[in-house]
Each structure stands twice: as structure tokens, then as C-alpha cells.
């Protein structure tokens, strides 16, 4: 017995001292923390070190060259990992690159400088991607106004637009909010900002600013946006020169025929969509599907859609995951109408039975932009003042994975899309 026990130990020696990848499994059996793989994936590109991305290999698993610092890092974090050989290394590899395999290896080459765009102080709700940010690990700086319009928007490869109205309605919470104090000091803040930055009223300094967001994406930037920061994105450019706001928001009236005014072809995603008058209600226009939802909770997932790998690397990336269904969540703006999508516009995740869409991606200039409908992957119907979402209580969340998805996009080497 005993030589049998040293006989195994010899060889697991000799195995491990052999290995020469790591392997990231991705899957919903092999990997015990999802979201802190990708953290560790970006610390690995921190080191200067290249990683592939295995679409559709294992749930889009991570080859990684095996140090032992590695190995350290991912035992600290909890993050699930195989030694490979040389020789099994090259036959996952040849299996990936068989054309009658949907799957691909990817380079990623370096880790992205991570901006989010947010407001200063402590807002009255969280937001996922500083979350899953954080819960993961990976770094990032937050930029607001200012920055965005002193150009500081360049020294970033990825942007993330945090839950904002940049139609400057305050978010459309002037019923419900309008006397609490979160609501008047953020209305006052709002109101300086734009006055300092030699703005008359806040729509016009939000204009500005997602006129600049528009350029730096335009320019070669990634742009991630998730639930009222979609569409009040898209509505902002689409409203230029027009005033939209009702006098509780900018002191005079809006243009009685603003509607008619619109200008579909300055937005990134959306066209022909009505835009919502009434200051009472909680809606921008008839992009979102909140209000015409008519599933319940228990039921409410969107399917991925499934891309070839090789020749659609980009949704294929974005779109990686253990599962090709995720849980539905709410948020001020929670899907997309498909009647207000442009043509040239990719839908990525959709929930067929309520025919809305949920996952989009698009290209404007030499870069990209992901918009992702709803507030947060892991509380169904996120309310102003409800508590954060601890993530450590959902590691192998499928709607956070997405979001990670998107930030690790920038560091691919690209290839040219075929579709």
C-alpha cells in the first residue's frame, strides 16, 4: 500500500513538473468561481502575459502558461484549475481548430484600462459592473463630466456608463422621489456641475458629454451600457438642439413638437422610438419593455444566441457562458423593444416568449458599444435604497458573467467579422 502511495506521488510529481499550460475550465461543472477567473484572467495580462480564450471550449475556458505565481494566484482567489502537458495542451488545441467544431482560440494580448463612468458620492442604488468589478478584482478608475470633457476619456480602452439619464430628466423619478433628500441634493449637485462647466442647464452639459462618449467610441473606444443608461444615451443625440425636458427638470417648457423633431440617425442603436411626455411617468420613451412585460419571475430568462466561433469571434466572445439561458432581471429600462432596433444592430440575448430583447452590440466607427438591458443580474427587481448585491453568494452567475465578457473583449487580438 505504501508503495502504491509513492508510486502515485511520483507521478503527480512528474505530471506537475511536466505541465506546461494552465487551464481556466468554464463550465458549469469544473469551475468553482466564474466571475474571479476573470479576474484572475486580467491579473495574468497585468503581468504581461498573453492568455487564449477557448469560445465555446468548456464554457469559454482560459489557457494560461504555467507558472508558479499563476497557480498561487488562482489558489488564493479560489479559482478551479487543470495542469496540462505539452501533448494535451496541442490536442485541445487541434480539436478547437477542427472545422467541425464550433470553437475558436483567441489571443488577448493585454489588459484594458477600465473607466466607469459615475457620479461622485454615494449613490441611493449600486451598480453591477462596479460590483462584479471589484468582486473580481480588476481594477478601474471612475471618470464623470469633468473628465469626459477634458478628453480624459483617451487614456481608457473601455468604458462603462453607470445607471445614468443623460436626457437630464433626473432619471425620471420626479414622482415617486421629488421631495426626498437623495432627490433635491442630487437635482442641486447636478445643476452646479452644469454651471461650472458653463452649462445653462443640465440637459445641455449631458448632451455634450454623450456627444464625447460618442467620439471616443467612434474613435476606436468600447462603450458598455446597461439599464437607463442605454436608451437616455441614445435619446440625448437623438434630441440635439431640441428641448425635451418639462419645466420641473430645466425651468421653461419643452418644444410641443419635439417628437417630430427627433433625429433617428444620430443614435448607435435605437430608431423610431416615441419618446415618453409625461414627467409622472417612470419611462423615457418606447424603447424600453418594462411596462409591456407580461411574464412572471419564475419564467423570466433570455437565451444566448449561438455565433460561429470562428467566423463571429466577437459575439461569440461576448456571449461566452456555462449556460445558453439566463435568469431575467428588472431595471428602469429592462429590454428592448425589436421594433426599435436598427437593422445593423446585433441582438446577442432575447427572450422569445415576451419578444423582447435583452443583449445587444453594435459598431459605430472604428469601435464598439454593448448595450444590456436591466439593473442587476442577481435581484429581480432592484428598488432605490434595497441593499447591495453580495456576490460572493453568486459566483457562478451566468447575467454577471456578460458583463466580465465584454470587459475582457478590448484585450483580443482582433480578427475581421465575417457577418
Known sequence: MKKMLLLFSFLSLCFSAKASYLLIPMDDVGQKDHLKA???????????????????????????????????????????????????????????????????????????????????????????VTMVLTYAEIPYKTVYDTEVLQDELLLYDWLHLHHEDFTGQYGKFYRAYRATPWYIEEKNQAEALATKLGFNKVSQAKLAVAKKIRDYVVGG??????????????????????????????????????????????????????????????????????????IKKEVDYFSLMNFSAKWDPIPSMLCQNHTALVKGFMGQT????????????????????????????????????TFYGGHDPEDYQHKVGDPKTELSLHPNSPGYRLILNNILFPAAKKKKQKT
Not at 339 to 365: F, Q
Request: include cysteine; proline fraction near 5%.
Open 38 to 128: 476573470y479576474g484572475v484572467t486580467y491579473w495574468v495580462l497585468e503581468q504581461q502575459i498573453k492568455v487564449k480564450w477557448l469560445l465555446n471550449y468548456k464554457g469559454g475556458s482560459f489557457l494560461i502558461p504555467d507558472l508558479e505565481e499563476i497557480r498561487r494566484e488562482c489558489q488564493i482567489r479560489g479559482v478551479s484549475f487543470e495542469l496540462l502537458s505539452d501533448a494535451k495542451t496541442q490536442s485541445i488545441l487541434d480539436f478547437i481548430d477542427s472545422p467541425s467544431q464550433n470553437m475558436d482560440a483567441v489571443v488577448l494580448e493585454k489588459a484594458p484600462k477600465i473607466a466607469v463612468y459615475t457620479p461622485e458620492g454615494q449613490a441611493p442604488w449600486d451598480d453591477a
Open 221 to 294: 473606444g468600447f462603450m458598455f451600457a446597461m439599464c437607463s443608461a442605454t436608451d437616455s444615451f441614445d435619446i440625448a443625440l437623438s434630441a440635439e438642439g431640441i428641448d425635451i425636458c418639462e419645466p420641473m427638470f430645466d425651468g421653461d417648457p419643452s418644444d410641443p413638437a419635439y417628437q417630430s423633431k427627433i433625429n433617428y440617425s444620430n443614435t448607435f442603436a435605437f430608431t423610431d422610438f416615441i419618446l415618453e411626455r409625461s414627467p409622472m411617468v417612470y419611462e423615457f420613451s418606447s424603447i424600453d419593455m418594462t411596462s409591456k412585460r407580461k
Open 334 to 369: 429592462t429590454s428592448f423593444d425589436p421594433n426599435t432596433i436598427k437593422p445593423n444592430i446585433l441582438v446577442m440575448g432575447k427572450n422569445k416568449v415576451n419578444n423582447e430583447a435583452r443583449y445587444i452590440h453594435g459598431i459605430k466607427g472604428k469601435g464598439f458599444f
